[in-house]
């Protein structure tokens, strides 16, 4: 019997062994194009990139690369948009003003220049405009999208509604003044999390409440807790600060998804050297790991499989710093094989890249991944 892609991530979710290993793709706009030219595809579709640059890949590209999943995120709706600047600037709902940066490899990103709660107080914080949630048409563009692509393909859906939460707060304030904040007034850090927590729980309603039935995997968006060389947060202020917020949402989300579809998995983002924290992740609640970043400190794939694999799924893992976009045929088809061999045994793993796909990757190297997973990620795992 022929397994569909949404059966095959079921069970890899569910820690069991279906066909193959399930492959997911998260590309920005600039990879994403040089992607559909390397494979001569010609698709009429409107590509609608969010601030990171990252987009929703055609079905007809993931069925073409054999791809199992498909994002569904929250819809913009009819609500009043952000204000335009001139000189190119882009205002996000947040009221954080970014630049278009170009890319020597091709492509751009966004550079937040202005961030509006750089110098907040309480008072200020109590006066501060936050994003309208309930936007006319959100609820109903989602629940109609999500129900098509649930009905009309086989992929497996990921919800991905509220944004980030600690991610906000470093735009809203500037990383380093974020930085400084968390350490020396505890008390309005924690507020500022939980403002931005109420509103992303808002989103996420809304999500859930429209496509929550149809999804396989709930994305609680990105907490980058890790940096290269080890974590950016110390565990104290990880467990008092941080912590429960994410909990906080978890719950919210759980809660909905009790009622209706309580198989639906918890994925968490984050990337760097997060190995210290995930005791205390899966106590909260997550279920799946995202995006798996090979070369931090502490991420050795077979030590996180031996030691999490029967609590945690592994989604990612395939290393985007030095073999995807630097390395040799041969160095991909390694790689690629490694990360199966560490990950995929018993279930528990969706083979995606460690990061979302960017401009500086050749897509033949990542074709090769792609073949690589197709041919050695059959199960049983040899």
Not at 13 to 24: L, M, Q
Not at 237 to 254: E, G, Q, T, Y
Request: hydrophobic share 40%; net charge negative.
């Amino acid at each position: 019997m022929a397994w569909t892609s949404r059966e095959r991530v079921i069970a890899a979710i569910n820690h069991h062994e279906p066909d193959r290993v399930p492959i997911d793709f998260t590309p920005l706009q600039a990879f994403y194009q040089n992607l559909k030219d390397y494979l001569e595809i010609q698709i009429d579709e409107t590509i609608q990139p969010n601030m990171a640059m990252e987009v929703i890949p055609h079905p007809k590209v993931l069925q073409a690369i054999g791809a199992d999943l498909i994002s569904v995120k929250l819809a913009s709706g009819r609500g009043k948009k952000p204000p335009m600047h001139s000189d190119g600037l882009v205002e996000d709902a947040w009221g954080v003003v970014y630049r278009p940066v170009s890319q020597p490899a091709g492509g751009m990103y966004y550079e937040a220049v202005i961030n509006p709660l750089a110098n907040v107080d309480e008072e200020k914080l109590e006066r501060y405009p936050w994003p309208e949630v309930d936007v006319p048409g959100r609820f109903e563009d989602t629940a109609e999208n999500a129900c098509k692509l649930f009905n009309e393909t086989d992929f497996a859906l990921v919800g991905r509604f509220g944004g980030p939460i600690i991610e906000t707060a470093v735009y809203l304030m500037g990383f380093e003044k974020w930085m400084i904040t968390a350490a020396s007034e505890p008390d309005l850090a924690a507020r500022i999390l939980e403002k931005i927590t109420e509103v992303q729980i808002s989103l996420d309603r809304i999500g859930l409440e429209a496509a929550g039935r149809y999804l396989q995997i709930f994305k609680v968006s990105g907490e980058d807790y890790g940096g290269q060389k080890g974590p950016l947060y110390s565990m104290k202020m990880f467990r008092s600060l941080l912590l429960p917020c994410l909990k906080k949402r978890i719950d919210a989300a759980r809660g909905y998804l009790k009622k209706v579809n309580p198989d639906c998995k918890i994925m968490l983002h984050s990337c760097g050297s997060v190995r210290r924290f995930l005791p205390a992740l899966i106590d909260a609640g997550i279920q799946i790991l995202d995006p798996v970043q090979p070369l931090a400190a502490e991420m050795d794939s077979f030590e996180l499989k031996r030691e999490f694999g029967r609590q945690l799924c592994f989604h990612g893992g395939v290393d985007i710093q030095e073999v995807l976009p630097f390395g040799t045929e041969e160095d991909v088809i390694e790689e690629t094989r490694k990360r199966i061999k560490a990950f995929a045994p018993e279930g528990g793993y969706l083979l995606s890249t460690s990061h979302n796909v960017q401009a500086d990757i050749p897509p033949a190297n990542f074709m090769t991944m792609i073949k690589t997973a197709h041919d050695f990620g059959i199960y049983p795992i040899r």
